[in-house]
């Protein structure tokens, strides 16, 4: 399960980096004029790239010859998942502000899920 804890690394390390842009940019109050919020999309996020890590590992342990598809599947259930979250939200703002930082949580997690296939 190591694949989970460098998972708790990269959610920790990009929402404060993420935190430290949007309040170094001094946008945070668009978050009030939404209801999202960063902690609920880095919430959505992980808990999302949770449930494909269990699912991988389940994955591999059962049909390792089938995990690039599966992983593939997975992927594309997450996106759909992202889109059901983030959908009230497009559109809300001219400057896309929900749109990127969806997009940052979104990349940032499917990095991690490609790098840890990777090293099964």
Same mark, same amino acid.
């Given at each position: 399960m190591k !694949?989970?804890? +460098? @998972? @708790?690394?990269v $959610?920790?390390?990009s929402f404060a980096a993420h935190y430290l842009v949007? !309040? /170094?940019?001094?946008?945070e109050q668009y978050? !009030?004029?939404t209801s999202? !919020?960063?902690? /609920?999309?880095?919430?959505f996020g992980f808990c999302s790239s949770l449930l494909v890590a269990? @699912? +991988?590992f389940f994955a591999n342990w059962s049909m390792p010859e089938k995990l690039g598809v599966i992983f593939l599947g997975l992927v594309l259930l997450k996106g759909v998942a992202g889109?059901?979250? +983030?959908?009230d939200g497009l559109k809300t $703002?001219?400057?896309n502000f929900i749109e990127y930082n969806f997009l940052v949580v979104f990349l940032s997690l499917c990095l991690w899920m490609s790098t840890s296939l990777l090293a099964l």
């Open positions: !694949s989970i804890l +460098i @998972l @708790l690394i $959610f920790v390390a949007i !309040s /170094g940019m001094n946008v978050w !009030s004029k999202y !919020s960063l902690v /609920g999309m880095y919430t269990v @699912l +991988i889109y059901i979250y +983030i959908k $703002f001219e400057n």
